[in-house]
């Protein structure tokens, strides 16, 4: 199967790479995204996230006339969703982005259509999908899983995206991939299509089992994580240094134990264990105590931070990194933007706050007393305290000739002082 135009919903930190990429293997594809911003920041060949080559490749492909974006969607041989799927105050799947971007594409959709759903969701959400589509399209049959020999018009399937950020346009090329389809062709359909750019293997399998591959991908990442992580809430009080419990232990041939931080963060780990416990509540307690041990971390920090000689003087903190990982922008559900809320409730000293990557604070700090952005060196000279919280490597400190005399949390292990 050949697809001449591919339909990109969401431009988002999965959506415009996988654009991009296919647009360089030669595809027209159109982005399609609801905000103006990003829609004109594209066209412009200019990449509105933070992504390593991310702007060499979308320069390239707007050049050529192959990418290009929108805000609504257009008739295309094949459709990815790429959207968000946050949760709830109870942690229950957000389904809404899912569901208008399906509603979208309704409209333009023809026979003989493809519809993949990259966005990570909940189990069953593939086979929602079909049914919001067969209730706008009745004109069009959709693959059904209880069924999946049965004729259909459009093939529906899932296929999990498996990337880092900061590495996303090599591992959208090299990763494996596990694509879920509804029907019988949709998953052979799905991998015709990424066979352009991936070059890892493609393992096809039904959506269900896809949804909760990717799931249980990230829950087991978050329970090792947790682990750690608990080691180190036993050790600190005990003024035992984690780090070089973990070290030691790592040295047993059978074990291999994460290194503890402040919390986790991203779109993924922190929030797709919530989707299976969702599914199961009651069949799911280790999930759930993971998530709240790792939710619970920035919690433990500002503490620790608190309790620092120089805050109690009220010396003024400098919180280093808002981003839940390293030399990318993204922050979403990031620790470290908890750890700040958390101490404010704690202390009345000044919060400075650095971040390499933005150029204002997220509202939810700006609105907080006393707390304010500064660059680097001059939050390091004027702060009595000093907290790693994402390991920048714009953070580097040479010989820690300036921490000297001051108080240093380093939460990340990435400082060897």
């Known amino acids: 199967m050949v697809y001449d135009h591919v339909c990109v919903v969401g431009l988002g930190y999965v959506g415009l790479p996988t654009a991009a990429v296919l647009a360089s293997r030669g595809i027209r594809v159109t982005g399609v995204d609801v905000n103006p911003k990003t829609v004109a920041s594209i066209n412009a060949g200019q ?55 399906t509603h979208a594409i309704a409209p333009v959709l023809k026979k003989g259509d493809l519809v ?22 009745p004109d069009l049959k959709m693959p059904e899983l209880s069924n999946p020999t049965a004729a259909h018009d459009i093939c529906i399937a899932h296929s999990p995206e498996r990337v880092l950020p900061g590495r996303v346009l090599l591992e959208l090329v090299n990763n494996d991939r596990v694509i879920g389809g509804l029907g019988d062709d949709c998953a052979e359909r799905t991998a015709s299509l990424y ?16 949804e909760l591959v990717k799931l249980a991908e990230n829950a087991y990442r978050d329970v090792n994580i947790a682990f750690a992580n608990e080691l180190a809430n036993v050790a600190d009080p005990l003024g035992i240094n984690v780090r070089d419990v973990v070290r030691l232990a ?8 994460l290194s503890p931080g402040p919390g986790v963060g991203g779109h993924c780990i922190a929030v ?41 003087n009220g010396a003024p903190i ?14 979403r559900e990031s620790p470290s933007i908890h750890v700040v809320t958390e101490l404010r409730n704690l202390v009345d000293n000044p919060i400075i706050v650095v971040e390499p990557h933005t150029e204002v604070l997220p509202k939810s700090l700006a ?35 300036a921490l000297k005399g001051k108080d240093v949390l380093n939460t990340r292990g990435a400082w060897s002082i």
């Open 47 to 101: 990449p509105h996230i933070i992504e390593t080559d991310l702007d060499m490749v979308v320069h390239g492909a707007v050049s050529k006339g192959q990418l290009s974006a929108r805000i609504d969607s257009v008739e295309a041989d094949a459709f990815i969703i790429a959207v968000p799927t946050p949760f709830d105050e109870n942690h229950k799947p957000d389904l809404s982005y899912l569901e208008a971007a």
């Open 116 to 137: 993949v759903v990259e966005s990570t969701v909940p189990i069953g959400a593939t086979q929602q999908v079909a049914s919001w589509l067969a209730a706008d399209r």
């Open 195 to 210: 066979a352009v750019v991936v070059e890892g293997e493609m393992h096809l399998t039904t959506a269900p089992t896809a």
């Open 250 to 257: 790592n040295h047993h041939p059978r074990v291999n134990i």
């Open 272 to 312: 797709d264990p919530w989707f299976i416990a969702a599914t199961a509540p009651e069949r799911t307690p280790l999930i759930q105590t993971a998530r709240h041990v790792n939710d619970g971390r920035p919690a433990v920090i500002a503490k620790q931070i608190a309790s620092l000689t120089s805050v109690k």
């Open 318 to 331: 400098a919180c280093l990194g808002l981003s839940y990982k390293a030399d990318i922008d993204d922050l």
């Open 367 to 401: 609105a907080l007393a006393d707390t304010r952005l500064m660059p680097f060196d001059e939050a390091v000279a004027e702060a009595g305290a000093i907290v790693l919280l994402t390991d920048h490597k714009a953070f580097s400190i040479g010989n820690g000739e």
